[in-house]
T-cell receptor
């Protein structure tokens, strides 16, 4: 069966420090991968998605970036964190192929606090 | 722009009360529709989904949702809620024509009083 992992589970970082959040999917090949930020009262905001190694689509211009160095690994990064980057970050995956029959599976999330 | 609206941000019900959470979307083409639930301290998980066919879909834990295409709506219902249904509920839409993006609503926090 497929599983999705995210780490760390929680992170407290000072303003201006770098960030690296990791997401790994097991049990599937070439998944579509997604990064979301969840903020209270604002739902899930899509940040990035990837349909293959090295392919990244950005949805929201900001000081975050994403990379996909391996088929089942998706990394969210920042060179310098801002206070506004605090939030709950969710990674998700979906099965590649026919977009008409597709659903997303979510990881446990990372709670990021920028002080 | 494509969007999903959940008009109820906070709902408080007593056990055994009936539940209906509204979800409306703006997109003119074919969509897949989802309801996700996030129980306190747990992963976001799929409650039910609609791809095609019968517009009344049944999900886990007694939940159901009805897709009304003419109203661009996909409301979630449960005839009798339980304390364990306390959670945050998200409606999501996935346009099927050539996009990998899913659009989520802002969520509804449901609290069920024992």
């Amino acid at each position: 069966s497929q599983t999705i992992h995210q780490w760390p589970a929680t992170l407290v970082q000072p303003v201006g420090s770098p960030l690296s959040l990791e997401c790994t999917v097991e049990g599937t090949s070439n998944p579509n991968l997604y990064w979301y930020r969840q903020a209270a009262g604002r739902g899930l905001q899509l940040l990035f998605y990837s349909v293959g190694i090295g392919q990244i689509s950005s949805e929201v211009p900001q000081n975050l970036s994403a990379s996909r160095p391996q088929d089942r690994q998706f990394i969210l990064s920042s060179k310098k964190l801002l206070l506004s980057d605090s939030g709950f970050y969710l990674c998700a995956w979906s099965v590649p192929g026919d977009l008409r029959y597709n659903e997303q599976f979510f990881g446990p999330g990372t709670r990021l606090t920028v002080l | 722009a494509q969007s999903v609206s959940q008009h109820n941000h906070h709902v408080i019900l007593s056990e055994a009360a009936s539940l209906e959470l509204g979800c409306n979307y703006s997109y003119g083409g074919t969509v897949n529709l989802f309801w996700y639930v996030q129980y306190p301290g747990q992963h976001l998980q799929l409650l039910l989904k609609y791809f095609s066919g019968d517009p009344l879909v049944k999900g886990i834990k007694g939940f159901e949702a009805e897709f009304i295409k003419s109203k661009f709506s996909f409301n979630l219902r449960k005839p009798s809620v339980q304390w364990s249904d306390t959670a945050e509920y998200f409606c999501a839409v996935h346009p099927t024509s050539g996009t990998y993006k899913y659009i989520f609503g802002t969520g509804t926090r449901l609290k069920v009083l024992a």
